[in-house]
């Protein structure tokens, strides 16, 4: 029996969230699977460069030609619709195959993972033994998987859902996915580590403590291990993945021996933590151990929210802390939410002003509340008159107390009262016109002109798994248009062949770079094909629709404008509305109309608006406002 195993990465057009993409759950089930199942069932991980960077056809064309029996996909808000759609082209192939499903995104609520289908079983839970399990009795050949506990099982009616499977008691019994083959640092040279599974708080907005209801430890002579051989690895940072690793029961313990690998490589790491818990002599701890960075939840100061979600907050703890984490030289994100029960924009204010003021932040985050399957606020929704988006994230929408409009006030209030910018341009690198550029196999930038030329050629290329070089695009693709090639886009059977490629990959995200000479760039070729790309798809990375700057970010947009003293400047130009024809005026606060400016560092604030004057000639006509950004 042959079983493979995926989770995505989150995309991004810099390929930096895939560069650091580990299939953590996967490897745990692997390095489980493979210490109590018999050696003719085999398991194999898609290999790391596939999965991060590959396109949906690539990454179909090589599952089907390992010719699993199994295929596993590990589901999150980020990869569930791109992992459901990759499932059901296999099913379509193979229709033999069984597809199984887990993560936190499988849940008895989730209706939108019941109605989406694609696979055959959901693990629901801690899935190791589940897991095994499914793998044991699909062996044996007459062992009944629906009877299994912690299995869902989507039917036209419903769920049909199995009695629970208990957590395990000890997590002695699972073996560390690094140490036992299965997993290697991610290409940013970092790793996941997980000390414990379980949460101590109980946030109703939160699902990891109803899958963990307590907390369990990773055995100290593992975690030992597992540091040193990170450190010999050369590993540049490790991330724990601990809800609350300030909590963590013996924590001095695995500061020392963490202290203790770093003699060997002085990596560094980062956690969440909670900064009530923080002293200076704490803090000092974790400094000395490496620590460079904690993310601290503070969510809101608002009492009434904070009882809704169950959160406690102690200001004058909580300002204690951080200082101390900041005094010692380590890093402090602080997050806030937007839209949380009770919390009006005045309170999302008051929130961020308690930050800001007392200046308690190096990197200030803020996140919209997203209502996940599951979890108590997802349930209370309706009797609390939020509205929410029905697919992932969840965001939510409006609540009575928050009209859309004020959820994008927020970010706006935040960006004006830090000086963060909470939406900056995702932009490919590097921005030169390329021949034709890839990342190891997968193609990642080409001219306009050559889309004929690699999209339609009769012998497909040699390599493996690949049918057609549109079988190899990556998940992330830039095509570059200068004032010359824009022609060739107006070509009919260049303008099909780049849809097409959208068609069959319909997860890769898009950047057209345009390199426009003056003022009479055709604009409306490289736009309406945007809009034949965007019609034909329904992404997770567009529905940030309380973005301050235009909240279509799968396909994107950047010109690199000529200017009489920087020489070119990078200007994100956002999709325009099809029926938007009205001239500029600059002062526009509609997102759609307001292109992003990469600002010089030598530009001071007086020059800014005489040094922008030149941009707007060349900036289509949809543009009314320019935002300016670090261009760094």
Known sequence: MKVVLLQLPVQSHDNAYPMENLGLGVGSLKAYAQSVLPPDISIVLGPHALVNYGGDQTLVAWILSERPDVVGFSCYVWNVERSLDIARRVKAERPQVRILVGGPEVTPENDFLRSAGGFDWGVVGEGEETFVAILSALRSGHGAVESLPGLLRPTPDGWHATKPRPVMRTLDPIPSPYLSGALHPSDAGTILLETVRGCPNRCTYCYYHKRFPHVRSFSLDRLREELHWAAHRAVSEIYFVDPCFTRRKDLVALLGMIEEARRIHAFTFQCEGTAEDVTPALAHSLARAGLTQM??????????????????????????????????????????????????????????????????????????????????????????????????????????????????????????????????????????????????????????????????????????????????????????????????????????????????????????????????????????????????????????????????????????????????????????????????????????????????????????????????????????????????
């Open 295 to 632: 993310e601290v939840g503070l969510q809101t100061v608002n009492p009434r929210a904070l009882a809704r979600i169950r959160r406690r907050f102690d200001p004058n703890r909580f300002i204690a802390g951080i200082r101390a984490l900041r005094a010692a030289g380590v890093r402090v994100m602080v997050d806030v939410m937007v839209a949380l029960p009770e919390d009006s924009l005045e309170d999302v204010k008051r929130s961020i002003d308690f930050v800001v003021e007392n200046d308690l932040f190096d990197e200030l985050s803020l996140y919209t509340l997203c209502l996940l399957p599951g979890t108590e606020l997802r349930r209370q929704a309706t009797a609390l008159g939020m509205v929410f988006h029905a697919k992932p994230p969840y965001h939510v929408v409006r609540t009575p107390r928050m009209s859309s409009e004020d959820i994008r006030r927020a970010y706006e209030y935040a960006e004006e009262a830090s000086g963060v910018d909470f939406f900056p341009p995702d932009l490919p690198a590097p921005l030169v016109p390329p021949e034709i550029r890839r990342l190891g196999p997968h193609l990642i930038a080409f001219p306009a002109e050559k889309t004929l030329e690699i999209f339609e050629r009769k012998e497909p290329p040699a390599g493996p798994y690949a049918e057609a070089e549109c079988a190899r695009v990556a998940q992330t693709v830039s095509v570059y248009v200068s004032e010359d090639s824009v022609k060739a886009l107006k070509d009919g059977d260049a303008s099909r062949a780049l849809v097409q490629i959208f068609e069959k990959n319909p997860w890769t995200l898009l950047t057209f770079v345009l390199t426009p000479k003056g003022p009479d760039f055709p604009w409306a070729v490289v736009f309406s094909l945007a809009h034949k790309v965007l019609s034909a798809r329904d992404h997770v990375m567009d529905r940030e629709h309380f973005s301050t700057l235009d909240p279509v970010r799968s396909v994107q947009i950047v010109a690199l404008l000529p200017h009489p003293v920087s020489g070119r400047v990078i200007v994100r130009i956002p999709v325009p509305h099809p029926e938007e024809s009205e001239p500029p005026v600059p002062g526009s606060r509609r997102t759609v109309d307001q292109a992003w400016v990469g600002l010089p560092e030598d530009v001071s604030a007086e020059e800014e608006a005489e040094w922008l004057q030149p941009l707007w000639p060349l900036c289509p006509p949809h543009i009314r406002r320019l935002r300016l950004g670090d261009r760094q």
